[in-house]
Each structure stands twice: as structure tokens, then as C-alpha cells.
């Protein structure tokens, strides 16, 4: 198992595309830096009346939901990289046990997806803790290192999430593109259509979308539909029902 380990660690290093998701990503949160750092400036002039107004500065309202798209574009081109250039058929037959070529994906993929995640969430904590300093609330966004945990540990949950599910839509559908496809109608389109259904459902169907789940998993959200064990469970099921929906594909379909 080891020597599968490093195998496929070998490859999600090797594949160019990882070097673009990452690059893309370090640009998401210099792009975050930047909207705080004129948000804070723009704070700084402002009437005290209209600085209770203002936003919080926080890159990681850019970072996250971007981050999210990009480890689950990862997690997709992990798998789909290999089908597109044939490279599946000896790699089956290097570990023809699928199963254990399955758990060495989906181990490497949630252990780099982890680290990129924790570092991604971390930076944009500490780049906007930097910009703003001593300010008060609201355009400072948490008030110490304590208040500002739960939501840096459940931002980090949501995109080792979405890579997995990312890689699950990669065994199932085979395809670059069809994987990315799914990935933006989950994350930006089937949101905005759940508003659309008459209440009570639509609050009930937002709240189960994956870009809610983390605000909801951290408590930070005041009479949230869901609760943060709800909130978990929610995220357990999309992992169970893509990664089994992945392995199903992969043991019962040929290469």
C-alpha cells in the first residue's frame, strides 16, 4: 500500500494542472488581500456613522468559495487526467486491486487537499488580521484567534470536502469537463435555484447546498435551518453518496 501511496502522490505533483490550481489559488487570495486592504481605507475616512455600514475585510470571503471550486477541480483532474491521456489501463494494471488504488486516491487527494486548504484558510486569516489591525468590528472580522476558530476549521472541512466530492464526479463521470460541469452546478447554480422554490423549501433547500454547509458547521450563522452535528452530517452524506457513486463506477465499469 505503500508503494500505491506514493505512486499516486507522484503523480497528483507530476499532473501540470495541480501547479495551475494552486497558482490559481495564491491569486484568489492576493485578490482578497487587496479588496481588504482598500475596504480598510475606505474605512479609515469614513463617518463613524458609516463605518457600523461596513463589511467585514476579510480575504476569506474571497478565498473560500473560490478555494472550494479549485481542491474540488484538483480532486476531479486527480482521476480524470488519467482517463483523458489512457494512463487508467496501467494503472489498473499496476494495481489491479481497484479497491486499494481507490482508497490510495482518495487518501493522497484528502491529505494535499488538507494541507493546501489549512494553508489557504490560514493565510487569508492571518493577511486580514494584518490589514486591519486594532480596528473594531465590523470591518475587523473576529475579535481574537478563539472567536475566529470555528470558522477556520469548518472553512477548512468544506474544501477537503469538495475535493473529494470532486474526485468521487471524477471516477463516476470520467470526463475533465463533466466533472467541472457538475462541480459549478453544485456550488453556483443549484443555490440560486433552490431560492427560486416556494417557502418553507427554499430555506430548507439552501441550507443543505455545499456552500452553506461550513457557516453552519462553524455556529457562526444565528437561527441556521441546521445545527453543526446537521451541518456534518449533511457533509458526511455528499461524501458518501459521490465517493460510493466513484467506486461503484470504478469496480463495475471497465477502464
Do not use: H
Not at 474571497?62 to 488519467?82: M, Y
Amino acid at each position: 500500500m505503500t508503494g500505491v501511496l506514493s505512486s499516486e502522490l507522484l503523480k497528483i505533483r507530476s499532473v501540470r494542472s495541480t501547479t495551475y490550481v494552486l497558482l490559481a489559488l495564491a491569486l484568489m487570495l492576493l485578490t482578497g488581500a487587496i479588496v481588504s486592504y482598500l475596504m480598510t481605507a475606505d474605512w479609515d475616512v469614513a463617518s463613524p456613522e458609516r463605518q457600523q455600514r461596513f463589511d467585514r475585510a476579510d480575504p476569506g470571503v474571497v478565498v473560500v468559495p473560490f478555494g472550494q471550486f479549485c481542491l474540488g477541480a484538483l480532486g476531479a483532474l486527480a482521476v480524470t487526467s488519467e482517463y483523458g491521456s489512457g494512463m487508467i489501463r496501467t494503472a489498473l494494471v499496476s494495481v489491479p486491486r481497484r479497491g486499494a488504488f481507490l482508497l490510495a486516491k482518495i487518501v493522497v487527494v484528502g491529505a494535499v487537499s488538507l494541507v493546501v486548504a489549512a494553508l489557504a484558510v490560514a493565510g487569508s486569516f492571518t493577511v486580514g488580521e494584518l490589514i486591519t489591525g486594532d480596528r473594531p468590528k465590523p470591518i475587523s472580522a473576529y475579535g481574537s484567534v478563539g472567536e475566529a476558530l470555528p470558522t477556520l476549521l469548518s472553512d477548512t472541512a468544506s474544501m477537503v470536502l469538495l475535493a473529494l466530492v470532486g474526485l468521487g464526479l471524477g471516477f463516476l463521470l470520467r470526463s475533465t469537463a463533466g466533472a467541472l460541469v457538475t462541480l459549478c452546478a453544485l456550488l453556483f447554480v443549484l443555490p440560486v435555484v433552490t431560492l427560486l422554490l416556494p417557502p418553507p423549501w427554499n430555506g430548507r433547500a439552501y441550507s443543505v447546498m455545499l456552500p452553506n454547509l461550513a457557516p453552519q458547521l462553524s455556529g457562526a450563522v444565528s437561527e441556521a435551518p441546521l445545527s453543526p452535528p446537521g451541518a456534518a452530517l449533511v457533509m458526511l452524506a455528499y461524501l458518501v453518496v459521490t465517493l460510493g457513486a466513484g467506486a461503484v463506477a470504478l469496480l463495475r465499469r471497465d477502464a
